[in-house]
């Protein structure tokens, strides 16, 4: 299955999650937080009506954690880490210290490899626009064997899940795209074709060309 780049992955539909937390409301026994909840009609709204309520950010954020802990894999893991990502912000305690507690845990259960399952519930733990790509792969990989033919996979396979199909094809040569490679292909196509056309139409030699012909 082709993951979604962290931008992406991080638009979620804002009647897709007020119906999910929508199912949490019918225990609360607060008519506040119901009431912060029922009048949210977007996205930013929701979000500012739960910061600004402790109470409300306390009552989601169990019952978000709640669900992040029962997950079965790192995808749906994933899922319920943006909920909370996007519903408290970097400014509520209680979810920072989680966030550190689990980045912890899924860092000390890294194996032989680091997988793309494991990145992508990483990215969302820590600030990632401030970091390379390169330097949190490399972090990530810093107790494991980093050269054997698992792990470069893994490592490819994150690298195109991110658009950065250059460092991919650093990783593995075209004929070792099977598997879950596969999925990226045409995304690969896309990039060769853009990079192949950049080359053929620098803007200098297109200049040289029209002044050479005029």
């Known amino acids: 299955m082709k993951r979604l780049d962290y931008k992406t992955s991080r638009m979620v539909d804002f009647h897709q999650l007020y119906a999910f937390l929508n199912t949490f409301i019918a225990t609360c026994q607060n008519d506040r937080i119901k009431t912060l909840f029922y009048v949210s009609e977007s996205m930013e709204q929701l979000q500012l009506n739960i910061q600004d309520d402790v109470q409300a950010c306390e009552f989601f954020f169990k019952k978000l954690k709640c669900c992040a802990d029962q997950a079965d894999h790192y995808i749906e893991l994933e899922k319920f880490?943006?909920?909370?990502?996007?519903?408290?912000?970097?400014?509520?305690?209680?979810?920072?210290?989680?966030?550190?507690?689990?980045?912890?845990?899924?860092?000390?259960?890294?194996?032989?490899?680091?997988?793309?399952?494991?990145?992508?519930?990483?990215?969302?733990?820590?600030?990632?626009?401030?970091?390379?790509?390169?330097?949190?792969?490399?972090?990530?990989?810093?107790?494991?064997?980093?050269?054997?033919?698992?792990?470069?996979?893994?490592?490819?396979?994150?690298?195109?899940?991110?658009?950065?199909?250059?460092?991919?094809?650093?990783?593995?040569?075209?004929?070792?795209?099977?598997?879950?490679?596969?999925?990226?292909?045409?995304?690969?196509?896309?990039?060769?074709?853009?990079?192949?056309?950049?080359?053929l139409w620098k803007p200098s030699e297109f200049v040289r060309y029209q002044q050479r012909y005029a």
């Open 81 to 199: 880490v943006i909920y909370m990502d996007l519903l408290f912000g970097m400014h509520y305690t209680p979810f920072n210290q989680y966030k550190k507690n689990l980045l912890n845990v899924i860092i000390r259960h890294i194996d032989h490899y680091f997988t793309s399952d494991e990145y992508c519930v990483i990215r969302h733990l820590i600030p990632f626009e401030q970091y390379p790509l390169e330097e949190i792969v490399e972090v990530c990989q810093s107790h494991i064997d980093q050269n054997n033919e698992a792990n470069r996979y893994f490592t490819c396979e994150i690298y195109l899940i991110e658009g950065q199909y250059k460092q991919a094809l650093s990783l593995v040569d075209e004929n070792e795209f099977r598997g879950i490679l596969m999925d990226y292909q045409e995304d690969l196509l896309r990039y060769k074709r853009r990079n192949t056309w950049q080359q």
